[in-house]
């Protein structure tokens, strides 16, 4: 009874954390991961399932692919380095939605401050982040829970899960009308082809430092499948020059956050543009925009003001 207890008690931090996602119908990390498909590739659809899911019936629409998909690869930058580490779950549940687009500005900085060149390679999915509108944040925090819900921080944390699928390429071929891709003559290539073509590809194991070019890349599943081939045979991705290069700048803009969900190493080079050319009118201006990032990060460490500390904290 409020008489007897003289006032108003905290609740201890647990305590909090526990009521706080019982509120949103979320449990704890631990019980996401037992609720996951136990397949990787299963999972990965799901998590796309859901998001897809949820933008067509709140968004009423499939216009908005840099919003959809950049806010689901700002969350998946969040998700710990390790499978059995901490759930930063209870950091996001209980944002708004203006706090979860600062959240999000936070761990776009993050990427920022490791790899600027990276981060601008990226700009295509958090761009909208600098001055959104309240049609542009509408529903975002309900779309978070969504996500971390489906286990979204656990599939990127761990590896196995994170490489058996191409989480962002799923979500923009949803987005994506069927008109809009036989425009583009886009062909996004399953993760059930892509994986023996890998294999196939890499048969002759590639010297270190050999450099590893996907010209027509997509979002990048076919690199999914080239890394997680060198894994199994117990190579490490990161003793390779990898490029990743796409015509379209949404595509392009994942290859730069799937390098990073799929430990590509720091050796990483992302393109947009035509690569059938004159390889020369590829090359120069990638490495001229390259110097600009990393200059324009000598004098900005900080990609967008936030009020947030970045949920990224094993940085």
């Known amino acids: 009874m409020a008489g007897q207890r003289g006032g108003p008690t905290a609740l201890p931090p647990a305590s ?11 449990p704890p990390a631990g019980f996401r991961r037992f609720m996951v498909p136990e397949n990787g590739r299963e999972h990965g659809r799901s998590i796309v399932d859901a998001a897809h899911g949820w933008w067509l019936e709140n968004r009423g629409g499939t216009g908005e692919v840099a919003i959809a998909v950049g806010t689901l690869a700002g969350l998946a930058l969040c998700s710990p380095s390790r499978a059995d580490g901490p759930d930063y779950g209870p ?13 999000l500005r936070a761990s776009w900085n993050s990427l920022w401050a490791s790899d600027p060149v990276l981060a601008d390679a990226a700009g295509p999915l958090h761009a909208w982040l600098a001055d959104p509108s309240e049609s542009d944040i509408r529903g975002l ?7 971390v819900r489906a286990g979204l921080l656990e599939y990127c944390s761990d590896l196995a899960r994170c490489e058996s699928e191409d989480l962002l390429g799923l979500l923009v071929q949803r987005m994506r009308g069927h008109g809009q891709k036989q425009a ?16 196939i590809m890499l048969t002759d ?5 050999a450099v590893l070019l ?8 076919m690199v999914r499948a080239a890394a997680a081939a060198l894994r199994f045979q117990g190579l490490d991705p990161g003793h390779y020059h990898w490029w990743l290069n796409d015509l379209d700048t949404i595509n392009s803009a994942c290859c730069a956050v799937n390098s990073r969900l799929w430990r590509l190493g720091s050796n990483v080079t992302v393109s947009c543009g035509d ?11 990638t490495h001229r925009r390259a110097e600009r990032a990393i200059a324009e990060h000598k004098h900005r460490t900080l990609l967008y003001p936030t009020r947030t500390r970045p949920p990224h904290w094993h940085l």
Do not use: K, Q
Not at 141 to 147: V, W
Not at 275 to 285: I, M, S, V
């Open 16 to 26: 909090f954390l526990e009521y706080d996602m019982t509120l949103y119908g979320i």
């Open 91 to 103: 950091l996001l549940i209980p944002l708004d939605d203006g706090e979860l687009a600062d959240a």
């Open 141 to 147: 925090a309900d779309y978070a829970r969504i996500l």
């Open 184 to 199: 583009t003559g886009e062909f996004f290539t399953p993760s059930i082809a892509a994986d023996p073509a890998g294999e």
């Open 205 to 209: 194991r590639p010297a270190p430092g």
């Open 214 to 221: 996907e010209p027509c890349a997509g979002t990048g599943t």
């Open 275 to 285: 690569a059938f050319g004159d390889p020369r009118d590829l090359e120069e201006p």
